[in-house]
Each structure stands twice: as structure tokens, then as C-alpha cells.
């Protein structure tokens, strides 16, 4: 993942995390998901999925966890943010494969999702429902030079 990128200073926008902070996100990550299998979904105020994906260029399944909002009785939202000016590589993953992705909810088994990535009237509808759930998301989204998706997730 980061050995294809150039160095550049740990913090600058856009750039690359280094190695010990990728280390860390996935020991967080992975501390996460084992806690939300345990049927534990809370973080910072926010419900917590487990993503399961596939890798677009190696094939290899993902597992991110990911806050989300509810939209509907049926579906879920969750947001591409991740800061920088670049796509998160769970987002990547998630469109190039969208055929592979299930979600895990606190204590359930996964569930094949299918997932739409919001535009328009959609978007702006289901952007001001999870800023105003949660307005660190617009604080967020203030500080980058690129609208972050919100993908709607439906069972299949």
C-alpha cells in the first residue's frame, strides 16, 4: 500500500502516513473490529460497522471499521472521509469490487451490502442528517479540497 507512494513529511496534506502510523491504524483497527464482533459498536459517540472488502489490486479481503448512520429501516450511510486528497483505500475498494462487500454490525454475522455512492439532491439530503448527527464531519470536510462521498448501503 504506502511502498508505491514518494515521502512525504508525516502530517503534510495529502500526504502519505509513514510507517509507524500505518502500524498503529491497523492495530487500532483491528482492536476495533474485535470489539464491535463482541457486539461492542460505540466509538467517540458514533455507531460503529465492521467493512469487509476486497483489495482491488490484490484480491485480499479488507475489514475497516467505519462509523455509520442509519437511512431507513434498511440500509445504512457511511462517509468517505479519512481527510487528505485522496479516496481512502476502503472507498477504493469498495467501488472497484462492489459485488464483495458485507458489513458487520455489533454481534451479527456479516451481511452482503451493495453499495451506492450518493450524488445530487441525495447526497445533500443525507449530508446535512449525518452533519447534523455528528458536525464533526462538516469540520472535516471544511479542511479538504474534495467532497467526500457518502455511500448508501443496502442488504442484497
Known sequence: MARNRQPVAEGAKGGSPGAVSLWIQRKMNARMNRKIR????R???MDVLVLNTVGRRSGRPRET???WFPDGADAWLV???GGGSR?????????AHPDRA???LPGRDAVPVTPYRLDGADREQAWRRITAAQPRYAKYQSKSDREYPVIRLTPR
Open 38 to 41: 463482541r457486539g461492542r459498536g
Open 43 to 45: 466509538f467517540m459517540g
Open 65 to 67: 471499521p467505519l462509523a
Open 79 to 81: 462517509v468517505a472521509s
Open 87 to 95: 479516496h481512502p483505500d476502503w472507498y477504493v475498494n469498495l467501488m
Open 102 to 104: 458485507s458489513i458487520e
